[in-house]
Structures are given as C-alpha cells and as structure tokens.
C-alpha cells in the first residue's frame, strides 16, 4: 500500500496554534540601512500556512505561533510567537578615514534589532533613532520616532501642534521628552506630547514633556478600535480593550530572577504564558491556569552562525570590499513542543554560514527546515538559495533575496521509503529596488 507525504499537505499546527506568515509590498519610509520589515498598512499581501516570501523584496518570511492565551471578556488576548525574515542584518552609516581620503562614507553590518532574524514577538514598543549622517551641523531633524507593532514592522510617529513636520526621513526636532534635539529650537517644557502615525495605522501616542529621560515616563498608545496600550520606554507593561480588560507582561533581567531570563503574559483570571531561560541557550514555554488536562512544553534551542565575510563597505562608486571580518549572529536551531502523553512535535534549522556544504556558503541566512515527521519516516525539508550564496558585496547583504526554494519528500511503498520528485519555485527579480518578484511554480505556471 502506498502512503503519500506532501508538504503542502502538512498542517502545520504548534502548540495548539497555528502557523501562519504575513508579508509585505512596502513600508511607508525606505530607510537603507533597516530593510522593510512587518506589516504595513494599504498594501497587498500573500498569505500561506507555511511561509512566506515577500512579493517586494524576496524575503523569507516564517511566523511560529507558540502560545496564546485564551480570549477573555470582549476578547481581548494576546499570544506568543517567534518570527523569522531573512533581512538579518541592519547598517550603521558613517564617515570615515580610507586610504589618503579622510571623510568617505562608510557603512558596517550588524545584527539587526528591529525585526530581522529571529525574534519574539508579543507586545507593542516605542522605538527612538538617530538619522544616520544627520547630525545638528546639517539638520535640525535629526530624531525619528516610531511604534513597533509585534510583528517588527516600524511606523513613525509625528509630533502633534508644534509647528515643526517630520521632514522626508521621518526625522523631528524634538527629542520624545520635549527637549530639542539641536539648539535653536525651543524646549516643550511641561503639559503633554501627542505623537500620530500618517500611513493609515491611525495610532496616536502621548508622553509627559519634561527634562527627564522619555524611556522613565509612562506613555499611553490609543489603538483605532479604541484599545490602549501603556508602557515604559521600548517594551508595553499593559494592553487594554474598550472594557478596561487587561493584558499584563513583565520582564525580569538575570539579576532579578535568579539567573533566569524571564517574561510573563497573563490576564486577569490568572491565565499566564511563562518564557524562561536559565543560562543556556535554550528557552522554556509553558502556560498555566488554562485548565487543562494535559501540560504543554515548548522549548526553543539557540545557537550561532559564523560567517566569515566583510562586514564593512565603501560608498565609493565602485563600493569596495574591505578586509573580512566575522558576522555572528543568534539563530534557532530547533524548536520542540510536548504534551503528557503524545509524540513531541520538531522543528529543525540550518543555515547558509561557514557550516554550510559546498561552496554556497552565503551571509547566514535561513537555508534549511527540516519538517516534523512520524514513526521515524525521514522528514520533508524545505531548502532555500539566495542571491548571494556565492558572496559578493557586504552592502548587498542587506537585501539578498531567495531565488530558489526545493521542497524535497518521501514517499513509503509498503514500509519502503523512496524519494519523491522536489517541488521547486524559483523567483526573480528581487533586490530591495522594490520591484515584483515573479514566482515560478513547479508546475511551469507564474505569478
């Protein structure tokens, strides 16, 4: 008797939650140091259950839903995921000393922190920047401010009633206390600051105006559905719904917790999401209060990835290449959920580093998923190339698009397991200029 595997057939369910992927056309402000990233309103998306490559740029996109509390009165909730887009890296611009030429602009790659790579993803944020290669000697604006929404996805906010618009990049002329950003504007010194998005998300946020630091102030965001959003500096304490029914996160740093690294999101009947990790690399979720019969446990194990290229380049026309240097970044590299009584259900992943077969040793992105399986069958996997697999330029590291996926399966004949023929898409036309990607499909057909 024949049994068919097909990957496109696999629900991918983790944790009682499903696995879904978002992504998007374009964001509001092209920023070349910070690829595009979440979900940007007034745009079109593809959606599957498995992944999700970005028609735009040609991300890779993955969306892990590992908990979730249960809706409570009016249903307010909120979940636990762990995120994945292949733009890892952001750039820092400066000015620097090259050969006899001692102002060239220079950028150098850096793990990214504002949602590329993996992340968790749970809770609101505000986030304050720097221009790059703005300072008070050329401009006046020279801050941005932004919400950053769980997904990752930046949207910057603009200063109400004071007579000073953001400019093209989004930058302002006050700091998020009210204090100038550079002398010759004058200071808001007391009463509060209104803060509102422009790209359709219709977000309004408020701070005290005062001389000290904003990251001490409390800040209040008001959601267009008429929900709230309280915190302290970059990280939410509370989210509310019309009702006044409450969401609650706190977040205890190793020397608090007893060497754990721990987060709590729980609600008001007592129901909590618990994200711990003791020392190693590996976190521990578990819920509580949900009443369940049966315990739950996903565990997320952590590594690194080496690459061994430039992370610095030279705007010159030419954009040398410098010296290599290493580029390390913090990966997943499995991800298990358990319950009493039933099989553990494994994600695994590998990466396009200095551990990679071959000479296709790329920057570290995302190049393997190796799916659950049962009974010892050997897993489906789904292998990824990128346009740099062979190298190339650190600045076009920041927008290396996939441009081929293989979807290699088994097939069992009467308890013998035979490959199956690969599914393979290819893409192209991406490279962060922000052009359709055309997508290949196995059967010949595009899109």
């Known amino acids: 008797m024949k ?41 079109s998306y593809a ?21 979730k509390l249960p809706p409570g009165r009016g249903g307010l909730t909120v979940g636990l995921s762990l995120n994945y887009n292949s733009t890892i890296y952001d750039a820092s611009l400066d000015l620097e000393a090259w050969g006899n030429n001692p102002s060239v602009l220079t950028g150098r790659l850096g793990p990214s922190n504002t949602g590329g790579g993996w992340q968790y993803s749970y809770q609101y944020g505000l986030l304050e920047e720097s221009i790059p290669l703005k300072d008070c000697s050329v401009s006046l604006y020279v801050t941005r401010f932004s919400v950053v929404f769980p997904d990752g ?13 953001n400019d093209g990049d989004g930058g302002g002329r006050y700091l998020p206390n009210g204090q100038p950003s550079c002398p010759g504007t004058p200071a808001i010194t007391s009463g509060s600051l209104t803060y509102f998005t422009t790209d359709g998300t219709f977000i309004r946020v408020v701070l005290a105006a005062n001389s000290f630091p904003w990251t001490t102030n409390l800040w209040t965001m008001y959601m267009p559905d008429g929900s709230r959003v309280d915190g302290f500096g970059s ?38 999401i618990n994200l711990q990790r003791f020392g190693s690399f590996v976190d521990y979720i578990s819920q509580t209060g949900f009443f369940e019969t049966t315990s739950r446990l996903t565990t997320v194990a952590w590594g690194t990835t080496s690459v061994s290229r430039s992370n610095l380049y030279v705007c010159t026309v030419n954009e040398d290449e410098c010296s290599a240097y290493g580029l390390n970044t913090n990966v997943v590299e499995s991800i298990c959920a358990t319950s009493v009584g039933t099989d553990a259900v494994t994600y695994s992943f590998a990466y396009d580093d200095q551990s990679a077969p071959g000479s296709g040793r790329g920057w570290g992105e995302l190049r393997q998923v190796a799916l659950p399986s049962a009974g010892g069958e050997t897993p489906a996997t789904v292998n990824y190339t990128y346009l740099l697999a062979g190298g190339l330029r650190a600045y076009d590291a920041l927008y290396n698009p996939v441009v081929r996926k293989e979807v290699d399966w088994q097939e069992t004949y009467d308890g013998l397991s035979v490959a199956g023929p690969p599914d393979v898409w290819t893409y192209s036309g991406a490279g962060g200029g922000g052009q359709t990607v055309i997508v290949t499909a196995p059967d010949g057909g595009q899109t």
Not at 27 to 32: L, N, R, T, W
């Open 47 to 67: 959606v599957s259950e498995f992944e999700t490559i970005n028609p735009g740029t040609g991300n890779l996109i993955y969306q892990f839903s590992i908990a």
């Open 3 to 43: 049994k068919q595997s097909a990957v496109r057939l696999i629900p991918f369910l983790l944790v009682g939650c499903e696995l879904t992927a978002v992504s998007t056309l374009f964001s509001q402000v092209a920023d070349p140091t910070k690829p595009d990233r979440g979900i940007a309103p007034l745009v």
């Open 235 to 272: 990280q939410a304490s509370h989210i509310w719904d019309r009702n006044a029914n409450c969401v609650w996160f706190n977040n205890f740093d190793p020397d608090s917790n007893q060497g754990a690294v721990q987060t709590l999101i729980g609600d008001s009947f007592g129901r909590v």
């Open 153 to 165: 996805g930046r949207h910057i906010l603009q200063l109400y009633d004071q007579g000073f618009p």
